[in-house]
């Protein structure tokens, strides 16, 4: 169901999205509300599942996590079943950061990030052992060109 947002939900949410450190007090501010206020609109929008938490970026590169890899994956097996089993087996890779079942030529699309190519081998033999899929390609990022853009709260 689409939630009915007015321009103030839409600018406490652009906000927040842009930095989840800001205090309540300093959002209130930057949005014309009381903190009480803010505080009710923000617990709203998170019992509607709209506002998600908060978290940190880390950088990747820094940490060493050096390769990016989109694995795409075609399978034969559409069951229910076989898909919430691939879903639990790819959630057990830590270096998964993003899973999408896809339309096309495949029907899976992973986004991995691990130390080099030697990490990305040791994701890949962890994905295919136990289970059956019928390709699996992988093609590297050579470089992150946008990332993790802010969600147009405005369209």
């Keep these: 169901m689409k939630q009915i947002l007015d321009q103030i939900d839409r600018r406490i ?3 927040a999205q842009r930095n989840g450190a800001l205090s309540q007090r300093d959002l209130a501010e930057q ?3 009381s903190q009480n206020a803010l505080w009710r609109r923000l617990k709203r929008l998170e019992e509607d599942g709209i506002l998600l938490g908060t978290r940190r970026r880390i950088s990747a ?3 060493g996590l050096d390769l990016t890899v989109f694995v795409m994956v075609r399978t034969r097996n559409h069951s229910d079943d076989w898909i919430e089993s691939f879903r639990a087996h790819v ?3 830590p270096q998964v950061v993003e899973m ?3 339309g096309g030529e495949w029907d899976y699309m992973l986004k991995v990030v691990t130390h080099g190519m030697a990490g990305y081998d040791r994701v890949y ?3 295919t052992k136990g289970i ?3 390709t699996v390609t992988g093609m ?3 470089e992150t060109m946008l990332e993790d853009r802010p969600l147009d709260v405005f369209e």
């Design 100 to 102: 999408h079942r896809i």
């Design 91 to 93: 959630a057990r890779i």
């Design 132 to 134: 059956e899929l019928e």
């Design 125 to 127: 033999k962890r994905l």
């Design 140 to 142: 590297f990022s050579m």
């Design 61 to 63: 590169e820094r940490l």
């Design 13 to 15: 949410l652009d906000i």
């Design 31 to 33: 949005v014309g509300l």
